[in-house]
């Protein structure tokens, strides 16, 4: 039997810390609020008192029992409001007895204090990244609030204007489809970077601030404010409280930290991603409370709110990161702070996956989202051939298509097609002023013959891009004329590709050596060698741009061989960096500056850091080893182009960074490792008029139709279109064609 005293001892301490330990801590909860601290025990239970807590008369007690409580409420005080104090990040004194100077308990401002407690935001932590981040302790880095600049301007992007509809409804299915099944759901690592992942990632996931589509400012995303430092280098973020991951779970500004944290890590195989968030980039990230961070560029730029804006990484999603990190979550998608999410009921395997959107999404009624993101669903079907894909489309299946090549566009969707005429089909331009996709040729300066400086130039020269785009194109696209066309000033103002020449072609390769031509019409070398160069791709839909080219090539003596895979397959395969050439483009970002490091220096070319690959005449030092999965698919190493992108990335000053894009884009045109394709000033498409956009939308912008998600789905009209189209009834008396030509260059 318990003694009646050391019961009823327990029964005062739950009862003593309701009536005075909360009204006391509630009066130091003004200095804490907006704390957070996970780690914190549950509040206590006062519902189980005994018999005696239920009743108004006061409790029999003795004087030692009641110093007894005393003391021991004066020492639960005492521990928790230290705790809870350290827990803030605040600094207070206690009065010393007597006249002695005050005794002061400093903030909790390291990764972990002087007896290896680690720091309240960070006790989740699992060993190997606390030790990670005291090791790397100058990068990541604990402050106070105190430690915030005085004199920042805060914006909120409350002056920018919203682009999406109050028109717009939620609900139905977006049915699209993609040409290969994704091999992962990862967003990093081998076979990440597919055409799936812009699904899952890419125009899903939100960022700190997003840059708007229509004006040089930025709208929030996870973060709710935001201010640039006076060195130009650092922006201050505060998180909006209501962020969440697909799981629920809230966004940290720890998480912050684990991104980094994870892109460095070389067990996510990406070394893309480890060389691009490296420590030479991204010098610091700051952490003032449980909603404020800094991150710390490595130089000041112009466009800095965009480039701190990194992602956050669930980092209670991921165990350590290990040998087994690619099989483990091959495919299991980590938690998104977007809109739609992918669970395994929804995989077809090899057919199709549909993406949800999430019940509740934390910014369903934020300012700049509460309109977007309208679809209930999102299926992916996978239709390998193109072709195939668009009677598909015709069928009513696909409800929207790409016509960006004028075939589509003139001849298997014309203007008069009934589908068109009878107003259940839109045909529609959007003009924008974003960087171009970079369709070119990339050469690999390493692969014999393209070693040799003659031969490249020489294939310049045997390329024939005028002739696709009048032939295949019907005009409608331009020439490319560098690596980094559609950056404004920082664009070249005079260099053009190279024209299509059997003269000046053939004097190149007789310099390298191909001065006869074969029987078979392909020029040979001393040695009997064939002018051979394979050409691999994964643009299945594109092989009859391929087909002209190695047509006009072989006027030259030039013999084009092509390697068309599948794109995951070609992807990898260029990746390896044993290809000759590769046909292929990226995506461009909405950007100030071309970017020049990941595709041209040779730090993404060879393992080997710096000089140590160079003799000392400037030539390759010979076993130097090749660099796998970097976007420098020419294999580009050359000393000069790494010093003027070495100035280039350290530089601050917008005149001196478009001279030196300038130099940079001569260097590498004089290298001729890179053969300009084609752009567009727009944005072609086929849609079923069910999917409805903006009345005024064409965005600035934009890379794809989708990018945004401002459209929306009208079940009715649908339904209307889908029965009239049964009965081969007109809706319309004119076919349906718009131009939205809000930003057509001039």
Known sequence: ???????????????????????????????????????????????????????????????????ELAREFGKEFAQEFVR???????????????????????????????????????????????AYYKKHADCFTMATPADIPDGLTWQDGSAEEEFSSPLAQKGGTWQVYTRDFPRTFRTVGPDANGAFR?????????????????????????????????DGATVFYRLDPTARYSDGKPVKVSDYFFYLYFMRNKHIQ????????????FKKITIYNQDTLSVTFYKAKPDIVERASILPKPEHFYSELDGEFLSKYQWNPEPTTGAYVVYSRNVDKG?????????????????????????????????RDYNKAFEVFLKGDLDMFGLSKSEFWYEKLPNDHPLVVNGYLSKVTFYNQTPPPSYALRINSQQPPMNDLNIRKGFHHAINFDLVLKKIFRGDFVRMNSVAD????????????????????????????????????VLVNGAGEKLSVEVLTGYKHLEDVLVVLKEQAKKTGLEIKLKILEPTAAWKAANEKNHQVVFSAFNSSVELFPRFWEPFHSDNAYEEAGDSKYQENGALKEG????????????????????????????????????????????????????????KPWIRLGHWNWIKFPEDWGPKESRDYGEFHVFWIEPKEKQTILDAKKQNKALTTAPTIRTYEGFRSQ
């Open 270 to 281: 990406a070394p893309w991603y480890n060389d691009f968030y490296g420590k030479d980039k």
């Open 486 to 521: 559609g950056y404004g000033s920082r664009s070249h103002p005079s260099i053009r590709a190279r024209e299509f020449s059997v003269k000046k072609a053939k004097e190149f390769f007789a310099l390298a050596g191909y001065a006869k031509l074969g029987p078979d019409g």
């Open 1 to 67: 039997m318990i003694p009646r005293n050391f019961q009823l001892m327990n029964d005062m301490k739950k009862y003593k810390t309701y009536l005075f330990l909360t009204p006391l801590l509630s009066l130091y909860f003004l200095i804490f609020t907006g704390c957070e601290n996970n780690q914190l025990k549950p509040p206590r239970d006062h519902s189980s008192g005994g018999e005696e807590n239920k009743q108004n008369t006061p409790f029999p007690m003795d004087r030692e029992l009641a110093r």
């Open 198 to 230: 812009s699904y899952l990632h890419d125009y899903n996931s939100i960022g700190l601030v997003h840059t708007h589509p229509n004006s040089d400012g930025y709208y929030p995303g996870l973060a709710k404010s935001w201010a640039v430092a006076e």
């Open 351 to 383: 057919k199709s996956v549909t993406l949800v959107r999430q019940k509740n999404w934390w910014a369903d009624q934020k300012r700049f989202f509460r309109y977007r993101f309208n679809p209930d669903q999102i299926k992916i079907s996978v239709i």
């Open 84 to 130: 809870q104090m350290r827990e803030s990040n605040a600094s207070f004194t206690l009065p010393s007895p007597g006249k002695g100077p005050q005794k002061s308990i400093p903030s909790f401002s390291g990764i972990v204090n002087e007896e290896g407690v680690p720091h309240p935001l960070l006790r989740h932590c699992t060993e190997d990244v606390l």
């Open 624 to 679: 130097i080893t090749t660099k796998v999965s970097t976007n420098n698919f020419t294999q580009t190493a050359v000393q000069e182009i790494d010093r003027l992108i070495d100035i280039y990335r350290e530089e601050e000053d917008l005149a001196r960074i478009t001279e030196i894009s300038h130099k940079l884009i001569e260097k590498i045109h004089d290298h001729a490792v890179w053969v300009p394709g084609w752009k």
